[in-house]
Each structure stands twice: as structure tokens, then as C-alpha cells.
């Protein structure tokens, strides 16, 4: 069974710009978390998306934003990047009851804002 | 709200020696525990959880953890540390009556296994 993949792998923006990053989970998973790894603040929870509904978020201002489409695949989007914002950006699956849930995470996209 | 406070940002330990990686919790509910291991330029790999009554829980690689709720600990431990050992360690509490909620992460342990 494939892993959870995400693209790009590497992306470098500069200040005031918008990013899109993407992810695929593993098949017949249908919960999609992303976090946020930083040296500075550790890893931290952005949002999660069960059946296209972001059932939670964490404490992120609202540049951050995402969406799951029909076939599970998560997008989260960054408007008006900030230097603060170069992280390695984790997305992670799941099958999504209510009950614990192991999480499957992906490589991570690096992004790099200039 | 739940906590992780793993002690020690950096633990180095000889190849064949025993490895202990410490984590504490905060949680004013019953928490599901995990301890998560990250390779340079990897995501995080699972190596355990803890999600019962069983308070020894076995994981990959020959890890293990105990939890002890009257010393709110989840410590991870493994016999003989081997070369390909040596990672960053994140240890993950998530409250258990609310039904997938996110992982709330400790700073992480880099392990340094030395020849």
C-alpha cells in the first residue's frame, strides 16, 4: 500500500507571496492533518480535514487554510508569506473514526520564504 | 488541554548500551500516548502507542515504553542501541473521550549513538 505522498518536496517563495501544497493520503484514509515543524516551536497542529470538513484547527492566523477534496487529497494554502512561515510542513493520515487513530505521516514539504 | 514535556533536547549513548528517552504528560483526561522517530529529511515514523490498559507497550525495532499514570510518564526505552538508531525522538499525547483529536507533540530528542 502506497505511503502518504506530498508535493512539491522543496519550494522556495518569497515575502507576499501565496503557496499551495499538496497531499495524497493512503488509500481509504480519510482524515488528513497537517502540522507545522519549526527548530523554534517544535511541531505544531494546523488544521485537520475529515470527509471535506475541517473538523479541527489549531492556532494558526487565517493566511493558513486548506481543504480536502472528494478522493481524500488535502491542500493547504498560505497567502502573504512571512519569513517565519520557512518550515517543513507535515501532513499526516488516518482512518478517521472516532476512536484513537494512528497517524500516517508523509516526507513533508520544505518550504523556504525569502 | 494536554502537554508533552520530553526531557533532555539531546541524549548520546554508546552503540550496544541501554537507550532511555524521557516524556511527561499533561492531560485532564485519560490520554492516548505515542512515541513518534524522525530520520533527517523524513516524516515521522510510529514506533508505539498506548491506547489501554496494558501499561507496557512493545513497539518496532525492538522500543518499548511504559506508562505510569502516578508518575504521568511514557518513558521509551530500548536494550542495545544500535548505529541506526540515532534520530530525533518525538513523543505525542492526544486526549482519549474526544475522538481523533490532533496530536499535541513534546520538542523532540535528538539520540546520538556513538561507535
Known amino acids: 500500500k502506497a505511503g502518504v505522498t506530498q508535493t512539491p518536496r522543496y519550494l522556495i517563495k518569497t515575502r507576499g507571496q501565496q503557496v499551495t501544497l499538496s497531499c495524497s493520503p493512503i488509500?481509504?484514509?480519510?482524515?488528513v492533518s497537517w502540522y507545522q515543524q519549526t527548530p523554534g516551536q517544535g511541531l505544531q497542529f494546523l488544521f485537520e480535514?475529515?470527509?471535506?470538513?475541517?473538523?479541527n484547527k489549531g492556532n494558526f492566523p487565517g493566511r493558513f487554510s486548506g481543504r480536502q477534496f472528494s478522493n481524500s487529497r488535502s491542500e493547504m494554502n498560505v497567502s502573504t508569506l512571512e519569513l517565519g512561515d520557512s518550515a517543513l510542513y507535515l501532513c499526516?493520515?488516518?482512518?478517521?473514526?472516532?476512536?484513537?487513530?494512528?497517524?500516517?505521516f508523509g516526507p513533508g514539504t520544505r518550504l523556504t520564504v525569502t | 488541554a494536554q502537554s508533552v514535556t520530553q526531557l533532555g533536547s539531546h541524549v548520546s549513548v554508546s552503540e550496544g548500551a541501554l537507550v532511555l528517552l524521557r516524556c511527561n504528560y499533561s492531560?485532564?483526561?485519560?490520554?492516548?500516548l505515542f512515541w513518534y522517530v524522525q530520520y533527517p529529511n523524513q516524516g515521522l515514523q510510529l514506533l508505539l502507542k498506548?491506547?489501554?490498559?496494558?501499561?507496557l507497550v512493545k513497539g518496532i525495532n525492538d522500543f518499548e515504553a511504559e506508562f505510569k499514570k502516578s508518575e504521568t510518564s511514557f518513558h521509551l526505552t530500548k536494550p542495545s542501541a544500535h548505529m541506526s538508531d540515532a534520530a530525533e525522538y518525538f513523543c505525542?499525547?492526544?486526549?482519549?473521550?474526544?475522538?481523533?483529536?490532533?496530536?499535541?507533540f513534546g520538542k523532540g530528542t535528538r539520540l546520538s549513538v556513538i561507535a
Open positions: 499526516a493520515s488516518s482512518l478517521g473514526g472516532n476512536d484513537v487513530n494512528e497517524q500516517y
Open positions: 488509500s481509504g484514509h480519510r482524515s
Open positions: 480535514y475529515f470527509s471535506e470538513t475541517q473538523r
Open positions: 492531560s485532564s483526561v485519560p490520554p492516548y
Open positions: 498506548y491506547t489501554s490498559a496494558a501499561t
Open positions: 505525542a499525547v492526544s486526549a482519549r473521550n474526544s475522538g481523533n483529536t490532533p496530536l499535541v
